[in-house]
Each structure stands twice: as C-alpha cells, then as structure tokens.
C-alpha cells in the first residue's frame, strides 16, 4: 500500500502547488492506468489524468482530511471519466480521438501493447458499470469498502458487479481471441 | 459444492476475493468437475490480462503541465459563498421544516421526489440556488465550510 501522506493531503486542501505537485506524481500512473481501462484510448486517458487532477484542485475544499484520500480521488477521476464518455457517445462517429496518437509514448514491447489493446476492446464491449468496477480493482489500491464509497454503492453491490464484470470481460477477451497468446 | 457455487467462487478467486477456506474447498470442486477447471482457465487469463501493465508510458513532464494549467491565484474556496452559506442552511432547514407536513400530505398524483423537485425549481426561480453555483456550474457547497461536522452533515440535505 502505497497512499498518501495525511500531511500533503493537508497542505493540498489549503491550495499549497507544491504538495499539489507530489500528488500528480504520486498518482499519474496509476489514473493513467485507470483512464486507459475506462476510456479505451491513451490520448484520452493522458487528456483524463490532467482532467481529474485539475478538478481535484478545484474541489479541494470537498476533501474532508479527516478521511483517507484515495478514495476522494478516485471518485473524482470517476466522475470525470463518466462525463468524457457521455460527451463521446454525444460526439459524431469522425471526431473521436484516434487509437494510438502521441500524447502517450509507446514503450517496446509490441507485442504486450497488441495484448493491451484486446484488453481495452474487450473492456469497452462490456457494460460502463462493469467496467467502472474493474478498472478500480485492478488500477487501485482501494478496498472494496472504499470502492463502494468512490463508487456510492453498497458492498454487496460492488461484489457482485466485479463478479459479473469479470465474468463479462472473460466472454468479450476469449470472443476477441485474447486469450491465444 | 455445485457448479454454480463454484462458478461464483471462481470469479470471487480471479478478483483476489476468496478466503484460504473457501479456495480450498473450490479446489477440492475443481478436482473432480472438468467444466470448473475450464472455466477456472479462462477466468485465471481474464484476470491476468486486466493486471498486466499497460505497454504504454506517460509523457515526463505531465505534472508540469498539469501544474501550468492551474489556475493562476488560487484562492482556497469562493469567498462568496461564505456569505450565502448561513441564508442557504437556515433556508433549507426551513424548507424542510415547513415542507414536511406538505410532503406527507402530498396530492395523491404527486411522488415525494416531484414535491421536492417543485421546491428545488422555486428555489431556483428565487435566485437562491445561483448565488450557491460556482462559475463553471459545479457545485461546490459543503457543510463542513460552515462549521457543520461531517457526523451531522451526513444527515442533511
Ligand atoms: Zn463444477
């Protein structure tokens, strides 16, 4: 477990850029990940991460310190996640973002990537609230009680979506040939 | 176990949600029921493809940028709506208040949540829930700015 200091939590929610600043290196990576199961798309997901860091500097004063910090963030990214893919079903089919533009470098491994691709595929055919629950429990440290806060739903809910999502994301990988390699 | 209990473990196990006991017991199903083991292969490659890393790395300098596109004074809330927050707590303990006895008494064709969206559209015509709206339309009221702990704050509207 890896979570943030309660004192840069503090310093972040009186405005300080500094603590701000360890904050988006402490979690890009990791909301970059969660934006690329949620969106699909890597220039959508870097455009994500800077989208929810923003917003999370805007709403610090709804941080409650008294609380972990996890799992504010990640609903905030949620909530912006949510409403970059209301905006995409809004948009006509010509200008959505491409798959694979350069705000996001490709590392080597090119046959990992082909591997990711069918991941996102597959995650993208699936239900969004399925899809919300899987991207929080493979991307986050969050427990599934804090899950259920991000998400504002009961435990027994959010087990049984991760359940049935997985479930979903196996037909959708094994349907998509994910599985041969 | 039967198989559709087993099927439900066998997902509970691919997300990292099965205790030592019940994966034992799962194991000792799977020993003898081959339908468990396939699907137990497939869930097991699901799980391990949603885990990979993603093959993809993130431009180095996206904490600069995000920090150059912060606004440039930061203030720590919207001072305004510390004036309106006391008029906009005492009007929405009035409401419900004064509200109640309308709402249990409601018109038969009327639900509770239409009698509460009739009040949230008067407050609205009233000016009242602008003055509450920052300006790029989010709302940011929080009880806690007003001094209202977070165990009663749970409670209100
Ligand atoms: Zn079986």
Redesign the pocket.
């Given at each position: 477990m890896n979570r943030l200091d309660p004192e840069i939590a503090t310093r972040f929610r009186s405005g300080d850029r500094e603590a701000f600043r360890l904050i988006v290196e402490q979690y890009q990576n990791q909301l970059f990940r969660l934006g690329l199961k949620l969106l699909g798309q890597p220039a959508e997901a870097s455009d994500f991460i800077q989208d929810s860091f923003l917003r999370a500097f805007e709403r610090r004063a709804q941080f409650d310190p008294g609380r972990p910090f996890d799992p504010w963030l990640y609903k905030v990214a949620l909530n912006v996640g949510r409403e970059r893919l209301r905006r995409r079903r809004e948009l006509p089919l010509g200008e959505r973002m491409p798959e694979g533009s350069q705000a996001a470098e490709a590392e080597e491994n090119l046959q990992q990537q082909d591997q990711q691709k069918i991941v996102r595929e597959a995650l993208a055919r699936i239900k969004p609230i399925y899809r919300e629950s899987l991207a929080l429990r493979f991307e986050s440290e969050l427990s599934l009680k804090e899950m259920a806060r991000a998400l504002g739903l009961s435990l027994g809910t959010i087990k049984s979506r991760l359940s049935r999502g997985i479930n979903a994301f196996q037909k959708a990988y094994h349907a998509l040939g994910g599985e041969a390699a | 176990m039967n198989?559709s209990r087993?099927e439900k473990m066998l997902a509970s196990r691919a997300l990292g949600l099965l205790s030592l006991a019940q994966a034992r017991k799962l194991a000792r199903?799977e020993e003898n029921?081959a339908?468990?083991r396939e699907r137990a292969a497939g869930l097991e490659k699901a799980e391990q493809a949603l885990a990979a890393p993603c093959g993809l790395r993130l431009p180095a300098n996206l904490a600069d940028r995000v920090l150059r596109n912060l606004p440039a004074s930061a203030p720590p809330a919207p001072r305004r709506w510390l004036l309106w927050s006391p008029v906009l707590a005492g009007a929405v303990i009035l409401l419900v208040v004064f509200a109640g006895p309308f709402i249990r008494q409601r018109p038969p064709d009327m639900t509770t949540q239409e009698v509460l969206d009739a009040y949230s559209e008067d407050i609205k015509s009233l000016g009242l829930w602008e003055s509450q709206t920052s300006t790029n339309g989010n709302s940011v009221w929080n009880y806690q700015d007003v001094g209202v702990p977070q165990e009663i704050s749970q409670y209100l509207l």
């Open positions: - | 198989c087993a199903h029921c339908t468990c």
